[in-house]
């Protein structure tokens, strides 16, 4: 038999090494559903409206970039990044096109995991690792909210970027590193008022998503929390920052600032209109008052 | 070369500089009167934010006052925009888009300026907040699509 070259067996080996280091990506990257049960809620569509309006969901699942906050979350308007166009998808629930034929442990995996029903990672243009600190609770009123829409039929649009798989991959990646899997912990020393002002601008309220800078690999930089930074769609402009607002003379107290997030530039508040936050304002807009106040409490406090 | 060359060289520089120059001032000098007129839509504003907000009372001659002074801002605004106008030497958050999307920035700016003429009109208090609303509504639109956000 004749001797295997030199050349041919560093091939094998190379090919061995590639093959393993394929299988292992394959396997760190891949979506898996999760297995976790669910306790048993009874649902309330009306406080679900309001996590629809603290998330501000309308604001990327509209008909078209023109239309209000006030329309079914359809979700054809193109969602513009530097890296992407996505276009968000239809949350009405469609059999075919929306959120008809999902599960409730479906729609939590999407929101928490950010994870797709048939086992895809979703892009973090959609900000589960911000709804991730959602209460189980919470999220199955917000589902029963959801469910209780009017069925739209909208196919919605593959994103506009170069290999969207590989992409996915990648995102599942990034998940590994930058999916920190504990959830909001109300802090004991403050107010409940505090905490749930705490819990709505970190969790469904998703504020650090923009207002917290990213790092180098996208990831938001906890130490700097909310401290603004480049807008992430790419805009020019800057987000404001989010800390010491009493101190830098944005706002004067708790009811300036509610009064911000209640009636933004009807009451002159100009600030709160550029760079996507008018659709937001206008989502908080109609939130319960005690709400709004416990968010402006919250924000108050962040130095 | 010939003298006629190096003179005709000479003018086309000098209309360079001159046109460069006078392109930068106008960019620079259209910032500076709109950011002005701005603050005056804003100080109308602020007056009638304060009667929204109870702070001062419904007054139909303070609104008539403040809701003309914002109307006529905006008037001349709609003209500080000029092409070119997107930079110069004081700073501006003006979006480039209002040079690309002309038509719908003016229409934008002028159903504010109606909003704000409609306001004049208001001497009853139950008319006052949601006229107030239109002309916040007003504001909005523009500088949701046209003004780059600032911290």
Request: proline share 7%; glycine share 8%.
């Amino acid at each position: 038999m004749k001797p295997i070259s030199r050349a041919k067996r560093i091939a094998a080996v190379l090919a061995i090494a590639a093959a393993a280091v394929a299988t292992v990506l394959i396997v760190l990257t891949a979506a898996r559903p999760s297995d976790r049960a669910l306790a048993a809620h009874d649902a309330d569509p009306a406080r679900g409206k309001l996590l629809y309006d603290v998330g501000g969901c309308i604001s990327c699942h509209k008909a078209s970039a023109g239309a209000g906050v006030t329309g079914p979350p359809t979700g054809e308007a193109a969602f513009v990044t530097p890296v992407a166009t996505f276009y968000p998808g239809n949350l009405t629930p469609d059999r075919e096109t929306g959120l008809g034929s999902w599960t409730a442990e479906q729609f939590v995996d999407a929101m928490t995991r950010g994870v797709s029903p048939d086992g895809r990672h979703y892009f973090p243009a959609f900000p589960y690792p911000s709804y991730g600190n959602m209460r189980d609770e919470d999220l199955l009123d917000l589902w029963a909210y959801l469910q209780s829409l009017e069925p739209v039929k909208s196919p919605g649009r593959a994103p506009d970027m170069p290999m969207p798989g590989l992409a996915r991959r990648a995102v599942g990646l990034w998940k590994r590193i930058a999916l920190d899997e504990t959830k909001f912990r109300p802090d004991p020393e403050r107010s409940e008022v505090w905490n749930r002002g705490a819990y709505l601008v970190n969790a469904p309220g998703h504020c650090g998503e923009c207002h917290t800078p990213r790092n180098a690999l996208m990831i938001p930089d906890q130490s700097r929390a909310f401290a603004g930074g480049p807008h992430p769609r790419g805009d020019k402009g800057e987000v404001p920052s989010l800390l010491d607002l009493e101190g830098r003379k944005r706002y004067t107290d708790v009811s300036d600032l509610t009064f911000a997030l209640q009636y933004g530039e009807t009451f002159g508040y100009d600030k709160l209109s550029s760079g996507g936050m008018a659709d937001i304002q206008m989502n908080l807009a109609k939130l319960p008052e005690d709400d709004l106040r416990a968010i402006s409490e919250y924000l108050l406090s962040l130095e | 070369m010939t003298r006629l060359k190096q003179c005709t060289l000479a003018v086309i520089a000098v209309a360079i500089v001159v046109t460069i120059s006078s392109a930068a001032t106008t960019g620079t000098e259209a910032i500076k009167q709109r950011r002005k007129a701005m603050d005056g839509v804003k100080n109308g504003i602020m007056t009638l934010a304060a009667i929204a907000k109870k702070e001062q009372p419904f007054d139909a001659e303070v609104v008539h006052a403040s809701a003309g002074q914002i109307a006529a801002n905006l008037e001349h605004a709609g003209g500080l925009f000029p092409e070119g106008s997107d930079q110069g030497e004081a700073q501006t958050w003006a979006k480039p888009e209002i040079w690309t999307d002309r038509a719908h920035f003016d229409e934008l700016m002028e159903n504010t300026r109606q909003a704000a003429v409609d306001m004049q009109a208001v001497t009853e208090a139950e008319a006052f907040p949601p006229a107030l609303g239109k002309i916040g509504s007003g504001c909005k639109s523009c500088h949701d699509l046209y003004r780059l956000p600032k911290n």
